[in-house]
């Protein structure tokens, strides 16, 4: 199921979070004034898996993952589509990502996301990814 955090769950994220490459711990404490942020829960209700979103003329997904008990669920699939289904119409959802993290950009793509642009040297100050970076977009049709 996914649902939006709550309050309480703060310390669930940030424990996923940490399983991101680079992760950003400014971008969990903005949500709710700068972005808005979709969960993905176990059976007891536990988030298992997020995805921050920060709005704009353009939807941008900041942050996305899923714990590594749970993945290979669709839990990242039904993350991405329920932040497509929430956006309004006219708008796109954008998002970056290493060009050599092949799984995630077969994920994106699969989903519907293009790729726009090339970033090189984007993650040069990360050692554990590839310098350039892929910029995906999904446009969301008009009614």
């Known amino acids: 199921m996914i649902r939006p955090v709550r309050a309480d769950e703060r310390s669930a994220l940030a424990t996923l979070q940490s399983y991101l490459d680079a992760p950003v711990p400014e971008l969990l404490a903005s949500v709710g004034t700068v972005g808005s942020c979709l969960v993905s829960v176990d059976d007891a209700d536990r988030p298992v898996g997020y995805v921050l979103a920060v709005g704009g003329s353009d939807t941008h997904l900041a942050e996305l993952v899923v714990h590594p008990d749970y993945r290979r ?35 994106y793509e699969s989903v519907g996301f293009n790729t726009v642009e090339r970033r090189p040297g984007f993650y040069a100050d990360d050692p554990g990814a590839s310098d350039d970076a892929v910029v995906y977009a999904y446009e969301i049709e008009s009614d």
């Open 73 to 107: 669920e669709g839990r990242a699939r039904a993350l991405l589509r329920a932040v497509i289904d929430r956006a309004e119409p006219g708008t796109r959802v954008t998002l970056v990502v290493a060009v050599d993290n092949s799984p995630a950009r077969s994920l």
